[in-house]
């Protein structure tokens, strides 16, 4: 239907390329076609900059909103201490994780922790206790997935539904982590933080010790070969290595550096610089080549299925960080 739309926009047939766009957003209103389809009704550029931005966010009001909704949500009783661990603190699993943290040993502490969070994927509280403690934690992937598990027992199965739970789980699933680094890296090379906030969480998840099998590593997964070029480029005073891309700030800084770096390459060209960032600079520039300046063609003329759903993703998480944020929920 997108594609539909676009066909009758060239052949001069507006009403019917609205009609198709209509039937696109229906469909199903997180998925990127559909995203994408909203977009050209109305009017809206890719990565469109929101009108409103509005960060601040009250977390002890949101816990309490959310608790009150948990104890309605599931019929517990009003007593129910929300606050605390409960009974997940003699929890073997979570204490060897605790000191697992503790000790630096991050691999092992997720572990730990994940082994917990699936034993108690179908209890809405311990699932709603364990995602404030790896939230206070600073363990943001863990918390994301016990946030959502709450939702899902709440049967909120798509985006849509869930982005109507209380503003808390919004915005631990979608959180403006790391905004100390992010804010002041995207103001620096001129992108709107959102973009490097939806980038992130779909690189690492917020988790800055995380590696990929083809050693990417950090919150921004930037490969040591990358890295060790991004330091010597900028003159990195300080004796560079490896294991510095674990640090949350040279990532952050790297990451948003390369970014920028790649969309100057490529004309400005959002896609073509996220295309860069995943499937390589070289990629990227062919592909722009053969789309001729649309975006959409763009996004079917990357021939790698990792970065064409690369590209999908970043911009759906992007529109859904953009209704979280932009109207102060």
């Given amino acids: 239907f997108l594609w539909i739309g676009k066909a009758q926009e060239k052949l001069g047939e507006l009403e019917a390329a609205q009609d198709a766009w209509q039937q696109a957003q229906s469909i199903n209103s997180s998925d990127y076609y559909s995203v994408r389809a909203r977009d050209l009704l109305i009017g809206a550029a890719p990565f469109s900059i929101p009108n409103i931005y509005n960060p601040d966010t009250d977390p002890a009001k949101e816990h309490a909103e959310a608790a009150s909704w948990l104890r309605i949500t599931f019929n517990l009783p009003a007593d129910t ?57 600073g363990l943001y992937r863990p918390a ?88 010597s480029q900028n003159n990195w005073l300080i004796e560079y290595t490896a294991e510095d891309l674990y640090r949350p700030m040279v990532s952050v800084r790297f990451g948003t550096w390369y970014l920028a770096s790649n969309r100057e390459l490529l004309d400005n060209d959002l896609y073509a610089t996220l295309a860069a960032y995943n499937g390589g600079p070289g990629n990227a520039i062919e592909w722009q080549r053969l789309a001729s300046g649309d975006p959409d063609l763009f996004l079917e003329s990357v021939r790698f299925t990792e970065t064409r759903n690369y590209i999908r993703a970043i911009y759906e998480t992007y529109r859904i960080y953009e209704s979280i944020y932009s109207t102060g929920q």
Avoid: C
């Avoid at 092992?108 to 809405?124: G, H, Q």
């Avoid at 899902?152 to 869930?162: P, Q, R």
């Avoid at 992010?182 to 103001?187: H, K, L, N, R, S």
């Avoid at 083809?214 to 070029?229: C, E, K, S, W, Y």
């Fill in 81 to 137: 201490d929300l606050d605390s661990l409960g009974a997940l603190e003699s929890d073997i699993r979570l204490q060897r994780g605790r000191e697992y943290w503790e000790l630096g040993l991050y691999d092992e502490a997720r572990l730990e922790f994940e082994s917990l969070r699936a034993t108690v994927s179908k209890d809405a509280a311990d699932s709603f206790r364990l995602a404030n403690y790896m939230l206070d934690l």
């Fill in 144 to 231: 994301i997935f016990a946030a959502r598990q709450v939702l899902d027992l709440a049967g909120m199965k798509n985006h849509a539904e869930t982005l109507h739970a209380p503003a808390y789980f919004n915005h631990i699933r979608y959180g403006i982590y790391y905004s100390d680094l992010v804010e002041p890296a995207a103001e620096k090379h001129e992108f709107h933080p959102i973009f490097i906030y939806s980038l992130m969480r779909q690189e690492s998840l917020f988790e800055g010790f995380v590696h990929s099998a083809a050693g990417a590593r950090g919150l921004m997964q930037v490969i040591p070969a990358t890295g060790a070029n991004i330091a």
